[in-house]
């Protein structure tokens, strides 16, 4: 059974440039999180997707965008990237609302130069 | 908005001995987990504790909470070099609807041989 699978693994941009990252879910789950972590801190909520919309939103600027897709997929966008956007994306897939237990996926390291 | 700390922060500890990490968190939540890092790497889950009293335990961790004083612990018997690692406690937050983690800043085990 496959796990929260996200791509790709690592990814340098540059300043100002867009990134897209891709979430697939653990066979099962219909709710996708996305979270930033920044070296040595404890990973940020950035948004929340279930049914294709997007239900709860951390305190991120609307550069940061997402979307699911019918599959349950997911993909997190950043526009006009800063230095400080350079973090771990953990992607966390959960069985619906409310439902205890998430399940992370390895990361995409993103490196803004 | 709520908060979670974790203390100590950082953690050197020989092997063989016990050490405890202590979570607290400043707001109602009924639902903690506890989750292990390893550099570069993505969140593996511990354990979930989902009610007052809970106490859960898997080899040389063993995890509780009390939600009254807003406290968990995680105990670590006769540590190990294996369980060298960064822990995690992340709250559910209730005005998020529980779809939200709220993480801790972490600590960061080292046992020494």
Known sequence: DAGVTQSPTHLIKTRGQQVTLRCSPKSGHDTVSWYQQALGQGPQFIFQYYEEEERQRGNFPDRFSGHQFPNY????NVNALLLGDSALYLCASSPGLFAYGYTFGS???LTVV | ELKVEQNPLFLSMQEGKNYTIYCNYSTTSDRLYWYRQDPGKSLESLFV???NGAVKQEGRLMASLDTKARLSTLHITAAVHDLSATYFCAVDDKDFGNEKLTFGTGTRLTIIP
Do not use: A, H, K
């Open chain 2, 49 to 51: 504790l989902l009610s």
């Open chain 1, 73 to 76: 997929s997911s993909e997190l």
């Open chain 1, 107 to 109: 990361g995409t390291r």
